[in-house]
């Protein structure tokens, strides 16, 4: 590509940027305006944004786009002059010039066709028809804005302070999504009077907010070191004390040396307590202060995440109002809490699910004018999206004022596709027949349009609620309309946790996942066509051991009551059997390294206040398990009586720099029953090689102070540790890479990429068999 063909793609990039801004404005106002058409606030707002596009096409060299721009620009001047009226013909042809200034901006669409601006120009002059225009232009269809062009790599924009929402009446720049930024770091100059705003990539942020993260994990370290050292200083006040019982029960024995002495040791000691005094007091301030700021770094790294709901939210006035124009309604549409703040990741999830829901309520909810005059309402229906936190949860509503699920409808449509009995169906809540609503293929439209019948819709919301552990609820009254209720987690980097103990180790339960946690009596337990069930609510629930699920080796002590973590829904509830509660946590979640592939059982990892790592259970996973082994008659059961003292296991050595890649390496053979240590590099992998007993060492190849390579050279050049089986796990796959390896001695090289198939563990029994 020339040197003018970038600098004319650059050139249309900050059109397209500027397009999407400006046209935001243009959309809200000219829906504005079919309410209020002799506005004079929102006239000048949509007058000044088109001529700032006329300007702008002009020097980007977009004749096509300056003559829609300018025509534009006339109709808004002649309306403010009072010379015409912006009726609802006029704004159709008004939304269709949005639509050609929008497709000129983009680089790899063809350029505006001539004959579809010559016929837009002539419609707003009264010598045309809308739908020619329509049918001539080169731009998609109004319930569908154009694609941006995308960028090379994603960036969210952080902005401080926050931007004000852009109104009709008063414009400003609004800050670009993700998706409209370009690849490169770059810092917009503003003018004294309005916000800065730096664009970041999307990775350099989601890595600050790890590494914020770890900060404020590393920062609580300090107060077990604080504990100690106040216990340190108690311990001298004892031996002072002790001192001076010693010298009063002796005084008559002690000369005057010894007096002396002791009079020194107590001043020493008096000394050494005092400064211990004065270090503590900085240190409890030093880790007081850290604490304190690692938190707030963590929550404003947080924060930069976060972005205004009206980022998406800006388009639906448009689709609303094209939509219920095209089925020939009349429709109110109020967005509230543009301003709420949601997960980047959140966001960008939730336009298509959202589309779903307002073409459900256009579609299914309201009601024609006809109609609804007759049964005595407003001819304009009301449509209302709003957006708001509550209880530390997202919580996004779609509610219009039609007359509500028929209720006596949708019982012959669950008896007719044989969902359920029709006495069953009689003995249903309402809120369990709406659930019916959500299931794949499910719709009471007999027949199939272009806007519903297929019964994908509310199914793609329900898939999308679950995606980002969240619920969804369908409220609805005869004759008072139809109201979903989305709630979702205000983030997806941060995870209300339930943490429980399996084997010794931590694992997380999201608690939007978990139904509830219990204390079961063992005498409650009971047996039934041989799996274990408990009563919950009247209903019995199969029973499952994590420790079976998880791989863990070995069983859960057969004494005092069993713990155990609801999860599933109706149709699958199951019971999982922890060692015990640890506790409610708010986890920092950090995503596994997709080069791991996919880990059974496990979503994520976290890491707790102390530093340990914990695993965040896939609980759709968890539950698909538990079907396959009753399917597969394996489920073993919670164990009612001790077990025999264990075989001595068979002992492994894991020496990795990576936390991630160590602690499935050490979680993945502990399960299979193995005794694993591990060592953070080599250096510190050969110390512990020669201080202790192992039966099979495993090596990662690039690590600091000591290498794979060299590590596996050392131990094959020692008379006593030669015979020590040697495997290196490297990422490195190349057959130089593989020769090298095992020139050094390895008896076995396998590649990080293979731990999905459990190759890891099936060398580990080639080399020195069973755990036990």
Same mark, same amino acid.
Request: charge should be negative.
């Given at each position: 590509?020339?040197?003018?063909?970038?600098?004319?793609?650059?050139?249309?990039?900050?059109?397209?940027?500027?397009?999407?801004?400006?046209?935001?404005?243009?959309?809200?106002?000219?829906?504005?305006?079919?309410?209020?058409?002799?506005?004079?606030?929102?006239?000048?707002?949509?007058?000044?944004?088109?001529?700032?596009?006329?300007?702008? @096409?002009?020097?980007?060299?977009?004749?096509?786009?300056?003559?829609?721009?300018? +025509?534009?620009?006339?109709?808004?001047?002649?309306?403010?002059?009072?010379?015409?009226?912006?009726?609802?013909?006029?704004?159709?042809?008004?939304?269709?010039?949005?639509?050609?200034?929008?497709?000129?901006?983009?680089?790899?669409?063809?350029?505006?066709? $001539?004959?579809?601006?010559?016929?837009?120009?002539?419609?707003?002059?009264?010598?045309?028809?809308?739908?020619?225009? /329509?049918?001539?232009?080169?731009?998609?269809?109004?319930?569908?804005?154009?694609?941006?062009?995308?960028? @090379?790599?994603?960036?969210?924009?952080?902005?401080?302070?926050?931007?004000?929402?852009?109104?009709?009446?008063?414009?400003?720049?609004?800050?670009?999504?993700?998706?409209?930024?370009?690849?490169?770091?770059?810092?917009?100059?503003?003018?004294?009077?309005?916000?800065?705003?730096?664009?970041?990539?999307?990775?350099?942020?989601?890595?600050?907010?790890?590494?914020?993260?770890?900060?404020?994990?590393?920062?609580?370290?300090?107060?077990?070191?604080?504990?100690?050292? *106040?216990?340190?200083?108690?311990?001298?006040?004892?031996?002072?004390?002790?001192?001076?019982?010693?010298?009063?029960?002796?005084?008559?024995?002690?000369?005057?040396?010894?007096?002396? +002495?002791?009079?020194?040791?107590?001043?020493?000691?008096?000394?050494?307590? /005092?400064?211990?005094?004065?270090?503590?007091?900085?240190?409890? $301030?030093?880790?007081?202060?850290?604490?304190?700021?690692?938190?707030?770094?963590?929550?404003?790294?947080?924060?930069?995440?976060?972005?205004?709901?009206?980022?998406?939210?800006?388009?639906?006035?448009?689709?609303?109002?094209?939509?219920?124009?095209?089925?020939?309604?009349?429709?109110?549409?109020?967005?509230?809490?543009?301003?709420?703040?949601?997960?980047?990741?959140?966001?960008?999830?939730?336009?298509?699910?959202?589309?779903?829901?307002?073409?459900?309520?256009?579609?299914?909810?309201?009601?024609?004018?006809?109609?609804?005059?007759?049964?005595?309402? !407003?001819?304009? @229906?009301?449509?209302?999206?709003?957006?708001?936190?509550?209880?530390?949860?997202?919580?996004?509503?779609? @509610?219009? &004022?039609?007359?509500?699920?028929?209720? &006596?409808?949708?019982?012959?449509?669950?008896?007719?596709?044989?969902?359920?009995?029709? &006495?069953?169906?009689?003995?249903?809540?309402?809120?369990?027949?709406?659930?019916?609503?959500?299931?794949?293929?499910?719709?009471?439209?007999?027949?199939?349009?272009?806007?519903?019948?297929?019964?994908?819709?509310?199914?793609?919301?329900?898939?999308?609620?679950?995606?980002?552990?969240?619920?969804?609820?369908?409220?609805?009254?005869?004759?008072?309309?139809? /109201?979903?209720?989305?709630?979702?987690?205000?983030?997806?980097?941060?995870?209300?946790?339930?943490?429980?103990?399996?084997?010794?180790?931590?694992?997380?339960?999201?608690?939007?996942?978990?139904?509830?946690?219990?204390?079961?009596?063992?005498?409650?337990?009971?047996?039934?066509?041989?799996?274990?069930?408990?009563?919950?609510?009247?209903?019995?629930?199969?029973?499952?051991?994590?420790?079976?699920?998880?791989?863990?080796?070995?069983?859960?002590?057969?004494?005092?009551?069993?713990?155990?973590?609801?999860?599933?829904?109706?149709?699958?509830?199951?019971?999982?059997?922890?060692?015990?509660?640890?506790?409610?946590?708010?986890?920092?979640?950090?995503?596994?390294?997709?080069?791991?592939?996919?880990?059974?059982?496990?979503?994520?990892?976290?890491?707790?206040?102390?530093?340990?790592?914990?695993?965040?259970?896939?609980?759709?996973?968890?539950?698909?398990?538990?079907?396959?082994?009753?399917?597969?008659?394996?489920?073993?059961?919670?164990?009612?009586?001790?077990?025999?003292?264990? /075989?001595?296991?068979?002992?492994?050595?894991?020496?990795?720099?990576? *936390?991630?890649?160590?602690?499935?390496?050490?979680?993945?053979?502990?399960?299979?029953?193995?005794?694993?240590?591990?060592?953070?590099?080599?250096?510190?992998?050969?110390?512990?090689?020669?201080?202790?007993?192992?039966?099979?060492?495993?090596?990662?190849?690039?690590? !600091?102070?000591?290498?794979?390579?060299?590590?596996?050279?050392?131990?094959?050049?020692?008379?006593?540790?030669?015979?020590?089986?040697?495997?290196?796990?490297?990422?490195?796959?190349?057959?130089?890479?593989?020769?090298?390896?095992? &020139?050094?001695?390895?008896?076995?090289?396998?590649?990080?990429?293979?731990?999905?198939?459990?190759?890891?563990?099936?060398?580990?029994?080639?080399?020195?068999?069973?755990?036990?």
């Amino acid at each position: 590509m020339s040197d003018d063909e970038l600098s004319r793609r650059s050139l249309l990039d900050l059109f397209r940027e500027e397009a999407q801004t400006q046209t935001r404005t243009l959309s809200a106002g000219l829906l504005a305006l079919e309410g209020s058409p002799a506005d004079a606030a929102t006239l000048e707002s949509c007058m000044r944004a088109t001529h700032s596009l006329k300007g702008a @096409a002009r020097i980007v060299g977009l004749p096509e786009a300056v003559d829609v721009a300018s +025509a534009m620009e006339d109709c808004f001047v002649a309306a403010q002059r009072g010379e015409l009226r912006i009726d609802a013909l006029r704004i159709d042809a008004l939304l269709v010039g949005i639509d050609l200034l929008l497709a000129a901006g983009d680089a790899d669409a063809p350029p505006l066709a $001539r004959e579809a601006v010559e016929a837009f120009v002539a419609q707003l002059a009264g010598q045309g028809h809308g739908q020619d225009a /329509r049918q001539n232009a080169v731009a998609p269809p109004p319930e569908e804005a154009p694609a941006p062009v995308e960028p @090379a790599a994603p960036v969210a924009p952080v902005v401080a302070p926050a931007l004000a929402p852009v109104t009709p009446a008063q414009p400003q720049p609004a800050a670009a999504s993700a998706e409209e930024t370009g690849p490169a770091l770059e810092r917009q100059a503003a003018p004294a009077d309005t916000h800065r705003m730096l664009r970041v990539r999307a990775a350099t942020l989601d890595r600050l907010v790890g590494l914020a993260g770890e900060t404020l994990v590393e920062s609580r370290r300090m107060r077990p070191f604080a504990d100690a050292f *106040l216990r340190v200083r108690y311990a001298q006040g004892d031996v002072l004390g002790a001192l001076g019982q010693f010298e009063d029960r002796h005084a008559d024995a002690l000369d005057v040396e010894a007096r002396a +002495a002791l009079a020194q040791i107590r001043t020493s000691l008096g000394a050494l307590q /005092r400064q211990l005094a004065e270090r503590f007091d900085e240190l409890d $301030r030093l880790d007081r202060r850290g604490t304190r700021l690692a938190q707030r770094l963590y929550d404003e790294a947080l924060q930069c995440r976060m972005r205004p709901f009206g980022e998406i939210a800006h388009a639906y006035p448009r689709i609303v109002r094209d939509l219920a124009r095209s089925l020939g309604k009349r429709v109110r549409f109020t967005i509230e809490g543009e301003a709420t703040q949601v997960d980047r990741d959140i966001l960008d999830l939730l336009d298509a699910p959202l589309g779903h829901l307002l073409r459900n309520a256009l579609d299914h909810g309201v009601e024609d004018p006809v109609t609804r005059l007759a049964r005595g309402k !407003p001819e304009e @229906a009301h449509l209302t999206l709003e957006a708001h936190h509550s209880a530390g949860k997202l919580l996004i509503s779609v @509610a219009d &004022d039609g007359p509500g699920v028929d209720l &006596d409808a949708l019982r012959a449509a669950i008896v007719t596709r044989g969902h359920a009995s029709r &006495d069953a169906v009689e003995a249903m809540s309402d809120a369990e027949l709406h659930d019916f609503l959500l299931l794949p293929g499910f719709s009471l439209r007999e027949t199939v349009t272009d806007v519903s019948g297929r019964g994908v819709g509310l199914d793609a919301v329900q898939d999308f609620v679950k995606a980002v552990r969240g619920t969804v609820r369908i409220e609805s009254g005869e004759g008072r309309g139809t /109201r979903f209720v989305l709630q979702l987690p205000l983030t997806l980097s941060v995870v209300r946790s339930l943490i429980v103990d399996v084997a010794g180790e931590a694992y997380a339960f999201p608690l939007a996942r978990v139904r509830r946690a219990l204390r079961v009596p063992r005498s409650a337990i009971e047996t039934l066509e041989g799996q274990q069930h408990i009563a919950w609510e009247g209903r019995p629930v199969g029973l499952v051991t994590a420790r079976q699920l998880l791989g863990a080796n070995g069983v859960q002590e057969a004494d005092g009551d069993v713990c155990v973590v609801l999860v599933g829904d109706e149709a699958g509830l199951y019971g999982i059997a922890v060692d015990g509660f640890i506790g409610e946590h708010t986890l920092a979640v950090q995503p596994l390294d997709s080069r791991l592939g996919k880990v059974r059982n496990v979503s994520a990892a976290a890491l707790l206040d102390d530093g340990q790592v914990v695993l965040l259970i896939d609980v759709e996973d968890i539950v698909a398990s538990v079907a396959r082994l009753v399917r597969e008659g394996q489920l073993a059961g919670v164990a009612r009586g001790r077990e025999g003292a264990t /075989r001595e296991r068979k002992r492994v050595l894991v020496v990795e720099d990576s *936390l991630t890649v160590r602690e499935l390496e050490r979680k993945l053979l502990e399960k299979r029953g193995y005794a694993v240590t591990v060592a953070v590099d080599g250096m510190d992998g050969w110390t512990t090689l020669r201080h202790a007993r192992y039966d099979l060492v495993i090596t990662d190849v690039d690590m !600091p102070r000591m290498d794979g390579i060299e590590l596996v050279t050392m131990i094959k050049s020692d008379p006593q540790l030669r015979n020590v089986p040697v495997m290196i796990v490297s990422y490195k796959d190349r057959e130089d890479d593989r020769r090298r390896g095992l &020139d050094a001695g390895a008896d076995y090289y396998l590649t990080k990429g293979s731990f999905h198939d459990e190759a890891l563990l099936d060398a580990v029994n080639d080399l020195i068999g069973e755990a036990t």
